[in-house]
């Protein structure tokens, strides 16, 4: 028998997932399109399932000097009308599904469902946003970008629940563009952020990165290191060389909603009109 | 009857639907119903060598052609199309057989323990097999000869998903009270339904009877495929006799149910030495995939469309619908004309270029006019006032200045005009000779009066204005008229809902019925009158020769979109659009304007967002995530006017205004698309992906 489990605090459902192998359940707008089957039948799990909807004490949007902590039930209608959410982050948020699904989903579940088409995992990669894990055991953090580590995978171990992320400050300037095949509840085809900071003339900070391009987000410290430092005129004028450089990073693919030519091209035109705009 | 004003009124249906209360086919609870699922083909093209059936637990039935008592066969227009795939399957995801039982979970897992062992054939994909083939002159085509030059052009066309919010449904079951079997389902043509039932099971048409229920949407693609349901289900129900659901999942609807027909549109223009236009000839191909069913009548359409509002002295119209082993295409809003008006409205503009010519004198030139003769030699007789549409069009949208301001380069930014017309009701004189509608209407002892079509309404607003005619015309408070929605035991053959005939057609029946009756009325007494349609008798025509008049009457209009273009993304937005119609009288203007904005939103759609590509026979896009129809924050602020011209032969003046409301979207778009990138376009839809490799072979 299928066990379903709905939680009031962190510590219940630790102690549940301390017990049980358990599908975390928390918008359910992933999850429940996963295990979809047919018109007028329930959907099936194959494990227990945990909700999270109810551990209102996570459900929380705060601010401290490592940065802004999202509890991971926050939905993305709420972080879109708080002021305290950076600005890059609601641009991203607001460009996901319709106001509907936006009222059940959270980042949570965006992490957690590891898609190479999260779109907040994109900016979470820019921001090296990381999250609190939460067990019996106690926590540990890890970045965004550590924890996924492939299509749907994660290095979650069976009794760990993400009980917040934290998204670092980071003042810089930001382009981000996602490609979708529509202006909404759209799939992401190819999405871009890239930042950058000017202090004087000098490159102070740049950080690039693609979604929907690889398995994961790409993005390169390396790559990012070369050309902190340059001035911004040997930075623009280098601009076939970084267009160059990402352009060997990424590696689309072609389905049902576009071809790999496609987003190779689009991802490095909108990396090139990022360069054109840095004033 | 005089046009009265174009006054709107709240649908009869609002508050229903507002208040979730109407009852779709899934919402209908019959005690202990069974499920029905389809056991489909996995090949494009196959014999069919034998079917594992599993063991099956009590009360689980597998039904295949084996168990049908009169013919395999679902007529659709033609009777090519098998209820159940037997020896031979001709596409993937044709139904081979059903499975029902009380538990839809139990009959889903046992579908997949069947084994189909096939015998694979060389499968079709390509339109090189021709089924049907037509074609017809006007004037003198030998002349083509003694040319000087020919400037040729070839136009294409995808699939398009009706994309009902209410996926396909049927309800079977035998009426405890009459005994009927009844049918309840989302659908267009209950009679079509109940005829492929008597058919499929050889019974008298009193034994069934087809109820329908609330439609959430068809736009033609209701139209054929319920017939096919209906008689697998009889085939079922007749074996079983349970009451038994059948209901689609999206993913099944949008890949297995029939589509818009892809095209692909030849002209050539023939010209003399000194740049003179001879004549068009015009060659239009139409996929019309595994079965005919009605491509035939999707391509006379398409084909007597072919010239669009342009009147030229010589034309030779050729078409072609091919087999290939793909889910047959039917029909769709429009139903061949979008295509071909696609290619026409195009190649008309870029004729223009060719000869170095202004686009809006060139075609000024062709326009048709009043008493013009039709490419099929029948005469335009209604008033056409397209000059006036043109202008009004252009007006709103300060065409003029903007045409020449966003074809300097690089503007990224383009806008274009598109005419079209749409000959309302059956093509020929199908109405009198194929449909012959009738209508009942009747008066009880208490002055209440009934009035009975087999009229669906889907959600367009048909039920509101068809009793708005007849108590208008009765002249009777509007709660002294009941007309529900359409049963067949009660109801003569009024005809399908199609061809943007409900309201020229139906309507104008409804209005001469219940003025016969005004005739007679005599207060406190039980009457009745059966209307039958009379045509109007100019109406002469011949389907094998393609010629004569080919409706009884056309609605027209103009589009204009503007759009621009992102040179980083390829992506394009539409940013706002006007349109004129003249589709008579209006005789509720907000239904109409609902009509235009669904219409164009739906044409533009199929221009540059709706993909459906068949690979090797299986279609890639199943879902609302990867087959993308517009949201509304895809739509630009649309703004309609309606030129009142009230035509003799409708109800109050009005002719159709269904499907006129597509036709010219795509066109429009297109040319306002051109003008943004600077280049000529040929095919739709223009997705992103295929504009990046438009404008890649510039640089
Ligand atoms: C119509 C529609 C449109 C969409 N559009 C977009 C879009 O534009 N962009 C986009 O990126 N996504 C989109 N999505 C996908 C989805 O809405 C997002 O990924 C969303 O962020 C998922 O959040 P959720 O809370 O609903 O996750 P759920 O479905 O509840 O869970 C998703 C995954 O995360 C895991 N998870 C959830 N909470 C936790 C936790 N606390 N600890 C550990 N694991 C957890 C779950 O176990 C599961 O594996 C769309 C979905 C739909 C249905």
Redesign the interface.
Known sequence: MIKYFVPKSLKEATEILSQNDCYILAGGTDLMVQKH?????LPTFEKDVLFTNEIKELDYIKVDKEGVHVGSVTKYEKMLKSAQIPDIFRKTIEQIA?PGIRNMATMAGNIGNASPAGDTLVPLNVFDAYLVLSSTRGERKVLVSDYIIGVRKTIREKDEIIKEIVIPNLDLEFDY?K?G???????S?VSFLGAYKLEGNIIKDFRVAFGSVSIKVVRDKEVEKKYIGLTKEEFINRKEEIVSDYSKLISPITD????K??RQ??AC??L??FIDNIK | MIPKYLTSVKKVDNEEKMAGLALFT?DIQVEGAYFA?TLRSEKAHAKILDIKVPTLPKDYYFISAKDIPGENVCNIIVDDWPVFADKETNYIGESIGLVVGPD??KC?DLLNEFEVTYEELEPVFEMKDSYVHKEFTKGNVDLFKSSAKVFSESFETGYQEQAYLE?QGMLVYFDKDDGRLTVKASMQCPFYIHKAIMRVLNWPEEKIKVIQPAVGGAFGGKEHYPSLMGAQLATAINKIHHPIKM???RKEDVPFTTKRHPSKTDISAYLDDKNNLIGLKIHVNIDGGAYIGCSMVVLSRALIAATNTYTFENVEIIGDAYHTNKVPSAAFRGFGSPQSIFAMELFINHLADYLGVDRFVFKNKYHVKTGDVTSTSGIFRDEIVLDKIIEKAKKMSDFDRKFKEYSKPNSNRGIGISTFLHGCGFTGSGESTIINAQLKIKKDKNDIVTFYTSQVDFGQGNRTTLKRIVVDTLGIPEDHVIYDAPDTSKTLSTGPTAASRTIIIVGGLAAKAAQHLKDIWVSGKEQEIVEPYVGPSYIKWDEDKMQGDAYPGYAWGANVVEVSFDP????VKVEHTWSVYDVGHAIDERIVIGQADGGLAQALGWSY?EKE?AVDGRF??KK???Y?V?????LPEMETALIDNPFKYGAFGAKGAGELTFVGGAPAFALAFEQAIKKPVHKIPLT??LI?ELVKDED
């Open positions: 089957r047919s018109a007028s039948l319709s563009e490609v095949s529509r202006k909404a509840e759209s799939i085809k049902h909603r576009s071809t030519e496609y091209k689009v035109n909108l090139s009109r | 899934d699922v839809k979970e889903l996926p209901i689609f999942d980083v993304t390829y992506q967002l590509e890639m896009q609302f995530s990867d993308i517009p949201t509304s924050m895809d992103p992906e990046m």
